[in-house]
């Protein structure tokens, strides 16, 4: 079983739709938790950090389950441009600096 | 604009070549990674150096040797690489590398093919 697990669609939505994904991770020791976007042959941008108390900004909303050991992300309104492939990106506890990546979701929005 | 920079941004080299991939960041962050990522996958760490020394090593190959100048820069250098190691190198960088994991901020890549 991977430490931390994604379904990696695609998910094929129509513009202004609202589209969630879900990313479980395995390590309850687990600190810390983000959510990437990485576009075609380009490299990961930091999209978000997800805290236990939820946090949003603008159209995406991020949720944070430690008892469930699942984070989810919720983007409201898709835009052309928010195809991509979304990674899940847990932080093991410890001093190591180590980030464990989900397989990442990947997201076509249609016109 | 990336905050991190790879140079170069593509790279061919045989087998027998010797080469170095260089990554720059100016953000006084103290804790800096190597990544590999082949396609349709998620990056793999290969290195983190932290406060300029080498704090993981994933048992990556020897032909892949990383050198931290200074608190800025991070290298790796490449020495008899085989096709199977043709990827996207990616060089990330975060404020520190101990405590409580902060994001990770990337550079654009190198795109490395063996011949």
């Known amino acids: 079983r991977k430490e931390v697990e994604q379904d990696p669609g695609p998910f094929n939505v129509p513009e202004g739709a609202t589209v969630a994904f879900n990313c479980t991770y395995s390590n309850s020791a687990s600190q810390s938790f983000f959510w990437y976007r990485q576009d075609c042959r380009k490299e990961p941008k930091l999209l978000m950090s997800?805290?236990?108390s939820g946090n949003e900004d603008g159209r995406f909303t991020a949720q944070l389950n430690r008892a469930s050991q699942y984070i989810s992300l919720l983007i409201r309104d898709s835009k052309l441009s928010d195809s991509a492939t979304y990674l899940c990106v847990v932080g093991r506890s410890g001093n190591t600096g180590k980030l464990i990546f989900g397989q990442g979701t990947t997201l076509q929005v249609k016109p | 604009d990336t905050e991190v920079t790879q140079t170069p941004k593509h790279l061919v080299m045989g087998m027998t070549n010797k080469k170095s991939l260089k990554c720059e960041q100016h953000?006084?962050?103290?804790?800096m990674y190597w990544y590999k990522q082949k396609a349709k996958k998620p990056p793999e760490l290969m290195f983190v150096?932290?406060?300029?020394?080498?704090?993981i090593n994933e048992s990556v190959p020897s032909r892949f040797s990383p050198e931290c100048p200074n608190s800025s820069l991070l290298n790796l250098h490449l020495h008899a690489l085989q096709p199977e190691d043709s990827a996207l190198y990616l060089c990330?960088?975060?404020?520190?590398?101990?405590?409580?994991?902060?994001?990770?901020?990337f550079g654009d890549g190198t795109r490395l093919s063996i011949l």
């Open positions: 150096y932290s406060y300029e020394k080498l704090s």
């Open positions: 997800v805290y236990s």
């Open positions: 953000m006084g962050h103290r804790a």
């Open positions: 990330a960088s975060s404020l520190t590398g101990t405590g409580v994991n902060q994001p990770q901020h």
